[in-house]
C-alpha cells in the first residue's frame, strides 16, 4: 500500500477508528498522489518567470482557445472556461456552496463539516460514497420506495446487498419501527452503509420533525448497540419543500451525534437550481475532527482524480456565477411557488371522489414527484397502454406504484394527465370483463 495512503489511514485510525473501520478495502488503499497537479499548483504560486508544468496550452498569457467558441462565452473570462479545474472543484465555488448549506441548515456546525468537494452531479457523488465504504456484501439500508440507480452504484458495481424497509406505515408516516428493525439486524455484521433521500424518489416525501426525531433516535442506538454506520443523505430535491415537512438536511442534526455514526452529504445544483446537464453537484462529510475531514477530503481528491481527473470548469463558473447574483433568491422563489402550485394542484386533482376506485397516493409534500398506488390494474400494463393510447408518458416502479412527475407538467395541463391515466385504468379494466365474457361465452 503506499505510504500516503497509509499516512491517511494512520490518521484516520488515530482519531476515530470506527470511521476506519467503515472505510472499504478501496477506501482503505486511496489517497491523492504528489504527482503533477500537485507540482503545478506549487509552480502556480512561485513560477513568476515561466510556468511550464501543466498540460494546457496558452497564448498572450491566457489559455488557448478557439475564438468561434469564445465569442459564444463572451460573459466568460478564458481562465474561467478552458483551464482543468481542481479535482476537488474551484475553490471559491466550494466556499460559496459551503456558505448556502450553513443559510439553509441552521442546524448544522460549522466546524463539523468540511468543504464540500465538487463531484460531476449526484451518481458521481453518491459513487464515491459508494467507493469509500462499500465492500462486497456490505450491507446498504434504505427505503422501499428508492431510486433505480441505486441498485448499480451500490450493488452491481460494489457488490453490496440492498435491504429495505417500509418506508410508510398503515398511518401513511415514517416507518421508524420497520427502519429500526432493519438496522438493528446488522449487529453482527458491525456495519451498514444507511441511505436517506429527502425529498423521497419516487414519492416525493420528507419527514415531519416527529419523524426526524424517530430516525435519529434509531442511529443512535444502532450506534449503541456496535454498529459503524455510514450515513448517506441523498439531498437531490434539497429546498423544495411544499408543506408540513422539516425543512432543512438532517446533515446538521446528524452531524457529530455518535463516534459510530459518519455522515456524508451528497447535494448539487443539478435538481435544486434546475441546471441537470451542467452536472455539479458535491459531496460534503462531516466529523468533530479536522484531521478526518481532512483525510478524507485526500482520499476522495484521489478516486476523482483516478476516475474523471475533474469536472467542467466552464459548469462551475456558471454555478459560481449563478449563486453569486443578486437575482438567485428571487428567481429561486419563484421557481419554488410554480412547484408548490403543482404539486396543490396534483393533490385537489387525485383525491376526487371520480378516481378513489382507481388508485390510492403515497404521501407527497415536496420535490419533483408523486406516486399513485393503483387498485385495480398492474402499474407496467398501464404505463404501456398510456404510452401507445394516449401519447402519455410515467414511470412503474412496481406492480402498484406508478411514478407521475409533476414537476414537468404544466398546472394548466395536470386535470388532462391524470384523466387520461383515467381512462386508461378504465380501458384495462373494460378490456378484462370482455375478456372474461367471451371465455364464459365459449364455455357454454
Known amino acids: 500500500m503506499n505510504e500516503l495512503a497509509i499516512h491517511l489511514n494512520d490518521m484516520i485510525n488515530k482519531y476515530n477508528p470506527h470511521v476506519f473501520e467503515l472505510l472499504s478495502n478501496l477506501g482503505k488503499k486511496l489517497y491523492y498522489p504528489k504527482g503533477i497537479l500537485s507540482q503545478s499548483a506549487e509552480a502556480a504560486k512561485k513560477a513568476t518567470r515561466f510556468n511550464a508544468t501543466i498540460g494546457i496550452a496558452t497564448e498572450k498569457k491566457v489559455p488557448m482557445h478557439y475564438e468561434h467558441i469564445q465569442e459564444t462565452l463572451s460573459d466568460y473570462a478564458p481562465e474561467d472556461v478552458y483551464p482543468y479545474a481542481p479535482p476537488s472543484g474551484k475553490l471559491t465555488l466550494r466556499n460559496v456552496w459551503k456558505q448556502k448549506l450553513l443559510r439553509d441548515n441552521p442546524s448544522i456546525q460549522e466546524n463539523w463539516m468540511g468543504l464540500p468537494i465538487t463531484t460531476n452531479a449526484l451518481t458521481h457523488g453518491l459513487s464515491l460514497a459508494a467507493d469509500l465504504f462499500v465492500d462486497e456484501n456490505d450491507t446498504i439500508i434504505l427505503p422501499d420506495k428508492y431510486w433505480g440507480n441505486y441498485q448499480t452504484i451500490f450493488h452491481v458495481r460494489r457488490g453490496g446487498n440492498l435491504k429495505t424497509f417500509k418506508l410508510f406505515d398503515d398511518?401513511?408516516?415514517?416507518?421508524?419501527?420497520?427502519?429500526?428493525?432493519?438496522?438493528?439486524?446488522?449487529?453482527?455484521?458491525?456495519?451498514?452503509?444507511?441511505?436517506?433521500?429527502?425529498?423521497?424518489?419516487?414519492?416525493?416525501?420528507?419527514?415531519?420533525?416527529?419523524?426526524?426525531?424517530?430516525?435519529?433516535?434509531?442511529?443512535?442506538?444502532?450506534?449503541?448497540?456496535?454498529?459503524?454506520?455510514?450515513?448517506?443523505?441523498?439531498?437531490?430535491?434539497?429546498?423544495?419543500?411544499?408543506?408540513?415537512?422539516?425543512?432543512?438536511?438532517?446533515?446538521?442534526?446528524?452531524?457529530?451525534?455518535?463516534?459510530?455514526?459518519?455522515?456524508?452529504?451528497?447535494?448539487?445544483?443539478?435538481?435544486?437550481?434546475?441546471?441537470?446537464?451542467?452536472?455539479?453537484?458535491?459531496?460534503?462529510?462531516?466529523?468533530?475532527?479536522?484531521?478526518?475531514?481532512?483525510?478524507?477530503?485526500?482520499?476522495?481528491?484521489?478516486?476523482?482524480?483516478?476516475?474523471?481527473?475533474?469536472?467542467?470548469?466552464?459548469?462551475?463558473?456558471?454555478?459560481?456565477?449563478?449563486?453569486?447574483?443578486?437575482?438567485?433568491?428571487?428567481?429561486?422563489?419563484?421557481?419554488?411557488?410554480?412547484?408548490?402550485?403543482?404539486?396543490?394542484?396534483?393533490?385537489?386533482?387525485?383525491?376526487?371522489?371520480?378516481?378513489?376506485?382507481?388508485?390510492?397516493?403515497?404521501?407527497?409534500?415536496?420535490?419533483?414527484?408523486?406516486?399513485?398506488?393503483?387498485?385495480?390494474?398492474?402499474?407496467?400494463?398501464?404505463?404501456?397502454?398510456?404510452?401507445?393510447?394516449?401519447?402519455?408518458?410515467?414511470?412503474?416502479?412496481?406492480?402498484?406504484?406508478?411514478?407521475?412527475?409533476?414537476s414537468c407538467v404544466e398546472e394548466e395541463d395536470l386535470e388532462e394527465l391524470f384523466e387520461l391515466i383515467y381512462l386508461g385504468i378504465n380501458d384495462i379494466v373494460s378490456n378484462r370483463v370482455s375478456n372474461d365474457d367471451s371465455f364464459y361465452k365459449n364455455l357454454t
Request: proline content about 3%.
Open 171 to 406: 398511518s401513511d408516516t415514517f416507518n421508524v419501527p420497520s427502519f429500526r428493525e432493519c438496522l438493528l439486524q446488522q449487529k453482527d455484521a458491525g456495519k451498514a452503509i444507511v441511505v436517506l433521500n429527502f425529498p423521497n424518489n419516487p414519492t416525493g416525501y420528507t419527514p415531519k420533525e416527529s419523524e426526524v426525531q424517530g430516525i435519529i433516535s434509531v442511529l443512535i442506538e444502532a450506534a449503541d448497540a456496535g454498529i459503524n454506520l455510514a450515513v448517506i443523505l441523498d439531498d437531490a430535491y434539497f429546498g423544495l419543500f411544499f408543506e408540513d415537512s422539516v425543512k432543512e438536511s438532517l446533515f446538521g442534526r446528524l452531524s457529530g451525534i455518535h463516534t459510530r455514526i459518519l455522515t456524508i452529504k451528497v447535494d448539487g445544483a443539478t435538481k435544486e437550481n434546475y441546471v441537470w446537464g451542467l452536472r455539479v453537484g458535491f459531496i460534503t462529510f462531516a466529523s468533530d475532527c479536522p484531521n478526518i475531514l481532512e483525510a478524507l477530503e485526500h482520499k476522495t481528491n484521489g478516486l476523482i482524480r483516478g476516475t474523471i481527473s475533474s469536472s467542467s470548469h466552464l459548469s462551475q463558473s456558471v454555478i459560481l456565477r449563478s449563486l453569486q447574483s443578486s437575482k438567485f433568491e428571487e428567481e429561486k422563489c419563484k421557481k419554488h411557488m410554480i412547484l408548490k402550485r403543482r404539486a396543490t394542484k396534483v393533490k385537489e386533482i387525485i383525491t376526487r371522489e371520480k378516481y378513489k376506485r382507481a388508485w390510492g397516493f403515497y404521501p407527497f409534500n415536496s420535490g419533483y414527484f408523486m406516486c399513485l398506488k393503483l387498485n385495480q390494474v398492474d402499474a407496467e400494463e398501464l404505463r404501456v397502454h398510456l404510452l401507445n393510447q394516449y401519447g402519455v408518458g410515467t414511470i412503474a416502479i412496481n406492480s402498484t406504484d406508478l411514478r407521475i412527475a409533476f
